[in-house]
């Protein structure tokens, strides 16, 4: 079989290795060649994978950053040649496995690593990856020995390439607006997630926001067996005071290793799938309370010399942005700013100039939100051009019992491959300037 890959990151990559071993002809279209990792130009260079040569291919597999408007895929698409994503491929290779998915804006990666966690407790094997960072792609899975549970985190870009793609149990945690320098519209991006129960039927299960109304809204669509959850959740998972699960107490939602209404709502999710499951309580209520923090999500990373410093950098869209600012308690200097991704984040900048101490700005989109404090009459902030800059100018705003905040709000593109990085130099620098 002829196949071609768009991209050949960390999830084609061993997509690429395992088409090779059962001795498929691999080409590659990729944007910046020169730019590939060791791993992935050695096949380039060794010859095992071809470069693009208008092959008469029998699949395509993209890479997630290939948006559905790329001339290449419109190119292939033309000539009835399926164009499918590394999430939808590995499915089908393994035959239809046992999978939890869950997407969504906003606390899809915790989520996704509460069920596995608890999964873990219980002593179940599971395979967690897909989108989640840090994680390993879904096409890891196609080089190891079966799991019970594949716990799986989909973006709406993996989303929008699916099609025999069928979780079993398919949650949704919320819908913001967020990702429009890939989608064409907002309801592009909502409908791309809404696809995650597009193949599910009456014996799966669709786990669903009951608070937000952008979720609800496909209620009317899913044929899955629906279990809500939230504050005012009743056929589901119930936040008040104690978690519920139809009415069964549980057990409370203080003291939780995740600081923030938008984590309790994380973990109502996975008790809602675990619930389902069959997992016992106890085992429920450890996997929650032994859970670590994924890095780069409200990361504690210390005090130093009387201030708190928290690495929040996943944080890329207002939503986010909003709900991590509010989950901190006490005075806080915020560091923010970054690559634009459609939506200017007015609300979280509003919020910020009548609520932060003070705000350090860093990133492309650094002169329009100077130029926006200034039309609120907000000072009380800093224009930097590097972390180091950010944090000494946080540090001047600060005194012991405030918390720094690296709290972006907008992409890491730029100045950062990614929110990893930026992350990273951003404790760095922090500790660099004790």
């Known amino acids: 079989m002829k196949v071609l890959l768009l991209g050949l990151g960390r999830a084609n ?134 799991f019970k549970y594949y716990v799986l985190e989909i973006s709406s870009f993996q989303l929008m390439r699916i099609r025999r793609f069928r979780p079993m149990i398919a949650v949704l945690t919320n819908i913001a607006v967020d990702h429009l320098n890939w989608h064409k519209d907002f309801e592009e991006y909502k409908t791309a997630k809404g696809r995650i129960f597009s193949n599910q039927n009456e014996d799966d299960f669709a786990v669903l926001n009951f608070e937000d109304e952008r979720v609800r809204s496909f209620v009317k669509e899913i044929r899955a067996k629906i279990v809500f959850f939230g504050f005012g959740a009743r056929k589901g998972v119930c936040i008040d005071g104690k978690f519920s699960y139809y009415r069964e107490e549980l057990f409370s939602h203080r003291n939780l290793p995740l600081i923030g209404r938008h984590n309790v709502m994380n973990v109502a999710a996975a008790i809602a799938v675990t619930k389902i499951l069959g997992i016992r309580n106890d085992c429920i209520e450890q996997g929650v309370r032994t859970f670590k923090s994924l890095p780069h999500r409200l990361e504690d990373i210390g005090t130093i010399e009387g201030i708190r410093y928290i690495n929040n950098s996943m944080c890329t869209n207002e939503r986010a942005a909003i709900d991590s600012f509010t989950a901190v308690e006490g005075p806080k200097v915020v560091i923010l700013g970054g690559r634009q991704k459609g939506s200017e ?82 404790k760095n620098a922090a500790y660099r300037n004790r």
Do not use: W
């Open 13 to 146: 990559l061993a997509v690429a290795q395992y088409l090779l071993q059962r001795h498929d002809e691999v080409f590659l279209y990729e944007d910046n060649i020169e730019n590939l990792a060791e791993r992935a130009r050695r096949l380039v260079e060794t010859g095992q994978v071809s470069i693009h040569a208008e092959a008469a291919y029998e699949l395509v597999i993209s890479s997630p950053g290939f948006p559905m408007h790329k001339d290449i895929i419109k190119q292939m698409q033309a000539k009835n040649i399926p164009v499918i994503d590394e999430v939808e491929f590995t499915y089908q290779e393994l035959k239809n496995p046992i999978v939890i998915a869950v997407t969504g804006t906003n606390g899809k990666s915790t989520t996704t690593a509460l069920i596995s966690n608890v999964l873990t407790v219980a002593g179940i094997d599971n395979f967690l990856g897909g989108n989640i960072a840090p994680g390993i792609p879904f096409s890891h899975a196609l080089f190891q020995s079966p």
């Open 345 to 426: 984040g007015q609300r979280y900048l509003d919020l910020l100039t009548r609520e932060a101490k003070a705000c350090v700005v860093f990133g492309e989109n650094a002169p329009s939100i100077e130029k926006y404090f200034r039309s609120k009459n907000f000072t009380t902030f800093a224009v930097v051009q590097s972390m180091d800059d950010a944090i000494e100018k946080a540090k001047a705003f600060g005194v012991p019992g405030d918390t720094i905040i690296l709290n972006p709000g907008f992409a890491s593109f730029g100045y950062f491959r990614n929110f990893e990085e930026r992350g990273e130099v951003f």
